[in-house]
């Protein structure tokens, strides 16, 4: 990524930032730098595949 002539460090910074967020960089990095419990993880697995059949039957209807 450069700077654009004549635009402000702060712009920059934010296209930066938007450009990063988007491409799930920084969801990534915290991902795998946090230590979650296994148990944790199970229980976030369980909720995706009840909000997943939830979305689903929805759907069917």
């Known amino acids: ?3 654009q002539e ?3 460090i702060d712009r920059a910074l934010r296209r930066f930032k938007k ?3 988007r491409a ?3 969801k ?3 991902r795998r730098t946090a230590f979650t419990k296994p148990s944790i993880n ?3 697995a369980r909720l995706k595949a009840i ?3 939830l979305r ?3 759907e069917m209807e």
């Open 1 to 3: 990524m450069t700077i």
């Open 6 to 8: 004549g635009e402000s």
């Open 19 to 21: 450009k990063y967020e």
């Open 24 to 26: 799930g960089v920084i």
């Open 28 to 30: 990534e990095y915290k």
């Open 42 to 44: 199970n229980r976030m």
């Open 51 to 53: 909000r997943r059949q």
């Open 56 to 58: 689903i039957s929805r």
